[in-house]
């Protein structure tokens, strides 16, 4: 399946357990809110239960009110969430990108000792 998304958010509600009655999760049932732009986290706060945990990337995606320049990107979102929830911050560029050089790295490197075992 492939999820097409211009102008809006794409959501997923993902439970599992022994017994699953329903596949929604309800306000205050979450054990768990990820999210993948730093904004968004704020809108779905009110599903996650008391001692509940954040999970956020470090990323902002401008809304279309920002993108026009009405308004500005929001300050300090991360340190709001902090104030009401157990956030765990993370950087998923920063991830990828020390990923896909790590690979460049160890792929140039595994061609060297190739080179040097065919002429040794």
Known sequence: M????VGGSV???????E????????K??????????TMETGKWLEFL?????VVVNDF????????????????????ALKEVADVTVFQAAKLAED??????????CWRLVKQWIRHN
């Not at 492939?2 to 998304?5: A, E, M």
């Not at 017994?19 to 309800?26: E, L, R």
Request: proline share 8%; charged share 15%; hydrophobic share 35%.
């Open 19 to 26: 017994k699953v009655y329903s596949p929604i999760i309800g």
């Open 2 to 5: 492939v999820w097409h998304n």
């Open 49 to 53: 239960k008391p001692n509940g945990k």
């Open 11 to 17: 959501t997923t509600q993902v439970r599992f357990g």
């Open 99 to 108: 990923l896909v050089i790590s690979y460049h790295e160890c792929y140039y």
């Open 60 to 79: 902002h995606i401008p809304s279309a009110p920002i993108l026009t320049g009405k308004v500005e990107y929001p300050s300090g979102v991360i340190e």
């Open 28 to 37: 205050g049932q979450a054990d768990i809110v990820v999210s993948f732009e």
